[in-house]
Nanobody, 128 residues
């Protein structure tokens, strides 16, 4: 069972940038569908970015052009580069991976219910 640990959250002003990291307990986890999700207080968890085993990516409309997901096999790490942050981006950010899914429309669908393993999250606060 893979373990995931997020880091990089913090407090920034609107318009600022952050890079989140998610380190997996073993590098082969990065061969599977992975994603970033977020949950704001009182709201349902939502998908932000997905990356499949081949490196194909997809983004929620609200973050397209501002967020970039990537992975580094040498460091067993998934990243989320966030630019031009908005107050609405404030949330706990989680990374997740599938136990079996490598690619395909379900992977790109950003549905958190399809993911199997989760980190504990990292908090992002955006001040206006």
């Amino acid at each position: 069972q893979v373990r995931l640990m997020e880091s990089g959250g913090g407090a920034v002003q609107a318009g600022g940038s952050l890079r989140l990291s998610c380190t997996a307990s073993f590098s082969s986890a990065l061969n599977y569908c992975m994603g970033w999700y977020r949950q704001a207080p009182g709201k349902e968890r939502e998908g932000v970015a997905a990356i499949d085993g081949d490196g194909m990516t997809n983004y929620a409309d609200s973050v397209k052009g501002r967020f970039t997901v990537s992975k580094d096999f040498a460091k067993n790490t998934l990243y989320l580069q966030m630019e031009n942050l908005e107050p609405a981006d404030g949330a706990v950010y989680y990374c997740a991976t599938s136990a079996s899914m490598v690619r395909g429309p379900v992977c790109m669908g950003l549905n958190y219910r399809e993911m199997d393993y989760w980190g504990k999250g990292t908090l992002v606060n955006i001040s206006s």
